[in-house]
């Protein structure tokens, strides 16, 4: 399983702040320093899908998926 190999493998990676959305595994590590938020509220969603609280929690401005695209790094095989 693609996503168990993921989170184990960045489980030992301390420096790197990844999320799922949906499919995709994003490395947020270099978006961290300019989400307006910060690294902070970003690492309360590690190792987590975003995609259905993204939305919900806080407003994100409507291209916020695009920016998203932009640091995918993987995807999980056989995503359901």
Known sequence: NLRTLVL????????????FYGEDVLDLTDFASIHPAGEKALSSYLLQDVKN???R???HPSNTVDV???YICGKIKDYK
């Open 53 to 55: 609280i993204i939305f």
């Open 8 to 19: 184990d493998n960045f489980r030992q990676e301390k420096k790197k702040l990844i999320v």
């Open 68 to 70: 998203l695209k932009k």
């Open 57 to 59: 929690v806080y407003p």
